[in-house]
């Protein structure tokens, strides 16, 4: 079984030179979010770095094509406890 990165996301200040700033291994991601920012800003920044690393290739699923699919093992939810109730 392939061993999942850590992911850590933290508040930071990035000077006003970036609204977000990443780093990323196969072991360990980090994410630093300049809350500073406008909304939009943050929103947009974040789109264009996950898009990018999609893009690249950097981020895909290991062993699939574009074209293919890979079927995920899903588990029936349990039922809401409301559900019982007359």
């Given at each position: 079984?392939?061993?999942?990165?850590r992911?850590?996301?933290?508040?930071?200040?990035l000077?006003?030179?970036?609204?977000?700033?990443?780093?990323?291994?196969?072991h360990?991601?980090?994410?630093g979010?300049?809350?500073?920012r406008?909304?939009?800003?943050i929103a947009?920044?974040?789109?264009?770095?996950?898009?990018?690393?999609v893009?690249?290739?950097?981020?895909?699923?290991?062993?699939?094509?574009?074209?293919?699919?890979?079927?995920?093992?899903?588990?029936?939810?349990?039922p809401?406890p409301?559900?019982?109730?007359?």
């Amino acid at each position: 079984m392939t061993e999942v990165p850590r992911v850590q996301v933290r508040a930071v200040d990035l000077a006003g030179e970036a609204a977000v700033a990443s780093y990323d291994s196969s072991h360990r991601y980090e994410l630093g979010i300049d809350f500073s920012r406008p909304p939009d800003e943050i929103a947009d920044a974040l789109t264009d770095l996950f898009q990018e690393a999609v893009d690249t290739g950097r981020w895909s699923r290991h062993g699939t094509g574009a074209h293919e699919v890979t079927p995920r093992e899903t588990e029936e939810a349990a039922p809401h406890p409301r559900d019982d109730l007359p």
